[in-house]
């Protein structure tokens, strides 16, 4: 077909004939576009020239050809605006592009232009125009004009103007969807009388979402997919947990009975049913297909990066060359029309979408749209014409449909999954509906939207409109339609009458019973020293003329001695880490902001050839055919990363993931990933992750937002033997730590503060010894006063960066009856290892708790009644440190240095020596 002008020109006799006698005259005067238009016109008068020479077509033919092609593009381009997407009727805003006048033709333009003349076999450019109205204009909105590929809108323009997925649905399928929507809607009224008060987000306005879920998930199994993976909030989740993940009826109303079923057998306090996960088998035709649904807290779209995690670790192909097969898994993402626009997560999980490090082969979205979001309206809540918009930005085609036409709503999933088969790219369904209630059942939405309001309590349900229409083309009659809904009803009143004849679990109202947490048994971390030699020289070894910058150079051969010298330092440690998990078995991955080197420059896991730029990552080398060693420097992201991370920790039990921060004060942009997923997961839904979380700590003049990863936030939150928290105070400690995290058999998350300073500090090396032999020490007494305790008057408690700068200060002062305690964990709290080292002093007289933090902030606000129980009643408790500040740390380097000075000097001064026998009487609560 020709190539036109661009839709948008408008045509005039005068800019034609302009243009064409250009051309006539010399052709390469004007645009390729208007050569091909030219040719075509000629072509078309008879006249066959291409060279100019001739008047050929007259221009007034040339006019109602350039016009009927413009319009012909308009309609694809802008025919979205003239379909009837509101079923509340709202008429569509429609377009003056769409209209002959435009374009500065008419209808008898249109219909003397041959349609060969615009690149179609038969008929007419007005018969061509009607045909392109029914597909732009008709059932479905198109917007795919912004992707920048070709192919891609080519083969989309193809499936909407010939509807390849969107033919008309057989009269079996037609009952079939009447069924389920009589399912679904039959559910939701019988859930409004007999739980009236009780919110469960119905999904009523939205019911076309079932079928269309049921169709994604049939068309992903004929597609050879293994599973389908679903994100989605609150709104219609009820309805999805029974009629799509298989939650029986029965357990669903026990769940509003307050009898948590087997969704939530796995938690201790529980969540609301409508957060909860479910993870299930459907068989379609020959084939299965595992279905799981990611729990989410009420944050909306958090759950979104998640989902999309779990789908990666999914993805991957077990014992086979290739890494991972994206058609093995399809991930469903389901939003709200005020959240897709809204949420900052949204865009962050689309930009990860095409990365190689994050790429899952295309989500489909589904935004559920209620047209108003609580009590807010569309033209507060958007500054785009469509919920859908941002996705434009990262090149996504875009279907709007009315939810009210159920065949248009499978039409378009049908289209969507194709779509996404075809490109491994993501696509977006907005389906447009209403909300029946308030934003839950309690509230009263006419308050803020009283005409809505109106439309919706006169407007009949989806089930009653497509039941009208099936009675309207006499495929069923009323009294079948009546019949299918009366025999659900009657389905649903004895499932709910035997589920209320049931006894009850006797639980008395009472929360759930936390069992005390066992200790777990400890997996041996330490390495032989062959093995880890020899993983210290694959590391060393680079493909034959691979060439490093040679600062680096040097920087990574010196750890060819320093294992054999007692200097291995923070990232020599984590590397033969990583390196001897890969070797016994394990996947490692690891991403953030700069992972690949170290925000530091202390990893360089990933290394540059400087003549070709090429890169070779040693520990992938040393991970061999049977584990993988993933690294990725991620975008500059948290909640979406860390979200991805977490997700795929829950998808890969056996895997080491560990997300690490650019510096740990942007660890709090991924609160909501923090507080509700990560700490609380177990305890809401039963889920398992094992995520570590890299965050650099401490205190070094670089400012408020360069010095602190919030610890006080992650002990608050810690409960319920819930996660892990640590301060590593040395390579080796580290090198333990992280072994541990990946033997352990029940993992929880581990979130480590880690070092700068101490990176590359000769006094916090390690010796191989230290990795060949011992474990993680929660709690390092002072080797350095070992023999002379008993003249110990003071015990100073620290965490790493802390130590280092107190035993620094010690070695130049008279501080002998001063002893220097590194606590490495802190949750779960080393009460009795303290305790014991404590009694090893007999002449403490008090204990002090340094850190460089404010008092409100850092580790003292948790620690202070843990020490109580530690050191007995007889023993004074004294804090040292920055006093109760708003901001975490001083923004000059003076003063930053002075209070350094400060801390040091007052935790290393014990109070004046004490009246002769008046020692301490050792006393424990």
């Known amino acids: 077909m020709p190539s036109f002008p661009p839709a948008t020109t408008v045509f005039n006799d005068a800019y ?14 004007v645009d390729e576009s208007w050569r091909q238009f030219f040719r075509a016109a000629e072509s078309l008068a008879g006249n066959g020239g291409d060279s100019g020479g001739g008047r050929g077509a007259d221009d007034g033919l040339l006019r109602s050809i350039a016009g009927a092609a413009a319009l012909v593009e308009a309609i694809r381009h802008y025919g979205h605006l003239a379909v009837q997407l509101d079923p509340l009727g709202t008429p569509p805003p429609g377009g003056v592009e769409l209209t002959p006048e435009f374009h500065g033709i008419t209808d008898d333009d249109l219909a003397r232009v041959p349609a060969s003349a615009l690149g179609f076999e038969s008929g007419t450019a007005a018969d061509v125009v009607q045909r392109l109205r029914g597909a732009y204009c008709g059932a479905i909105a198109f917007e795919f004009s912004h992707l920048g590929a070709e192919p891609e809108r080519t083969w989309l323009k193809d499936a909407a103007e010939q509807g390849t997925f969107t033919q008309p649905l057989s009269s079996d399928e037609k009952i079939a969807v009447l069924r389920r929507l009589t399912e679904v809607d039959g559910l939701e009224r019988f859930l409004g009388r007999q739980y009236q008060g009780y919110k469960r987000f119905s999904i009523e306005g939205t019911d076309a979402m079932v079928p269309m879920l049921d169709e994604s998930i049939a068309r992903a199994a004929m597609g050879g997919a293994r599973r389908v993976v679903i994100g989605m909030a609150h709104r219609g989740r009820i309805n999805v947990l029974v009629h799509v993940m298989g939650m029986s009826y029965d357990e669903m109303f026990g769940e509003f009975e307050g009898r948590p079923g087997e969704t939530s057998v796995d938690a201790t306090t529980g969540d609301v049913k409508y957060h909860l996960g479910c993870e299930v088998e459907r068989v379609v035709g020959d084939r299965t ?53 809204g949420e900052g997560v949204v865009p962050e999980t689309f930009n990860l979408s095409r990365l190689r490090g994050y790429r899952v082969g295309g989500t489909i979205h589904l935004i559920v749209n209620n047209q108003v979001g609580f009590t807010t309206d569309p033209s507060d809540a958007r500054s785009t014409r469509y919920a859908s918009d941002p996705a434009k930005g990262f090149e996504v085609p875009v279907l ?37 209630w308030g934003h839950n059942e309690t509230d009263e939405p006419a308050f803020t939207q009283p005409k809505l309001y109106d439309l919706v309590r006169a407007h009949p349900s989806p089930r ?4 009208a229409r099936l009675v ?25 009458t035997a589920m209320k004849a049931a006894a009850a679990p006797a639980t008395n109202g009472a929360p759930a019973r936390v069992a005390e947490p066992s200790a777990p048994v400890e997996p041996v971390t330490s390495v032989p020293a ?35 010298t007692g200097k291995i330092d923070w990232g020599h440690a984590e590397a033969l880490a990583f390196g001897a998990l890969l070797a016994g078995g394990m996947n490692v991955r690891l991403s953030g902001q700069d992972a690949e080197r170290g925000t530091f420059a202390h990893r360089n896991a990933v290394v540059h050839d400087v003549n070709t730029g090429g890169t070779f990552v040693p520990l992938s080398a040393v991970a061999g055919a049977t584990t993988r060693f993933e690294i990725f420097n991620s975008p500059l992201s948290e909640t979406a990363v860390m979200g991805f991370e977490y997700g795929f920790s829950t998808a890969a039990p056996n895997d080491v993931v560990l997300w690490e921060a650019q510096y740990g004060d942007f660890v709090n942009v991924a609160q909501p990933v923090i507080d509700q997923f990560i700490s609380a997961d177990r305890a809401k839904w039963g889920q398992r992750s094992g995520l570590v979380l890299l965050l650099p700590h401490g205190y070094e003049g670089g400012g408020p937002e360069h010095s602190s990863a919030r610890l006080e936030r992650f002990l608050q939150l810690c409960a319920e033997d819930n996660m892990i928290v640590a301060y590593p105070s040395t390579p080796a400690q580290y090198f333990h730590v ?54 110990v008057r003071r015990l100073v408690l620290s965490t790493a960066k802390m130590y280092y700068d107190l035993t620094a200060a010690r070695s ?5 009856d001063v002893a220097l305690v590194r606590v490495d964990e802190l949750y779960p709290w080393p009460g009795a290892a303290l305790a014991a080292i404590v009694d090893a002093y007999p002449d403490l007289e008090d204990v002090v708790w340094a850190q460089e933090e404010p008092k409100n902030m850092g580790a003292w606000t948790y620690v202070a009644p843990q020490l109580r129980v530690a050191t007995g009643n007889m023993l004074t408790i004294r804090y040292v440190g920055r006093p109760e500040r708003a901001s975490p740390a001083e923004g000059y380097k003076d003063m930053h240095d002075a209070e350094q000075k400060r801390i040091v000097g007052e935790a290393l001064t014990p109070p004046p020596v004490p009246q002769a026998g008046a020692k301490r009487k050792a006393a424990r609560v």
């Open 464 to 467: 009653q409109v497509w039941a």
């Open 812 to 816: 130049q002062s008279d501080s002998g």
């Open 530 to 564: 062959e093995t880890l030699q020899s993983i210290n020289t694959r590391l060393l070894e680079y493909p034959a003329g691979f060439t490093l910058h040679k600062q680096l150079a040097r920087t990574l051969e010196r750890r060819r001695e320093a294992i054999g």
């Open 400 to 436: 709007h449909v009315n939810a009210d036409d159920a065949e248009a709503c499978i039409g378009v999933m049908r289209l969507a999954a194709a779509y996404r088969d075809r490109f491994a790219k993501d696509v977006v369904i907005d389906l447009v509906g209403y909300r029946r």
């Open 738 to 791: 992280l072994r541990r995290q990946g033997l352990r058999g029940d993992r929880k998350p581990l979130i480590l503060m880690q070092p700068k300073s101490l990176l590359r500090l000769p006094a916090a090396a390690s010796r191989l010894e230290e990795l060949t032999g011992g474990s993680f020490q929660s709690v390092i007494d002072d080797v350095a006063v070992a023999s002379r305790r008993p003249g």
């Open 16 to 29: 034609i004939a302009e243009a064409h006698e250009r051309y006539r005259r010399d052709p390469s005067s």
């Open 472 to 496: 309207r083309e006499r495929v069923l009659g009323e009294a079948d339609v009546k019949t299918i809904d009366d025999e659900f009803a009657q389905k649903l009143a004895a499932v709910h």
């Open 289 to 341: 297909v595992t279905l799981e649904l990611a729990p989410n807290p009420s944050h909306l779209e958090v759950v979104n990066p998640v989902m999309s995690g779990m789908t990666r670790a999914y993805q991957r192909v077990a014992g086979s060359s290739v890494d991972r097969d994206e058609r093995l898994v399809l991930p469903l993402c389901i939003h709200g029309d005020a959240a897709f626009p």
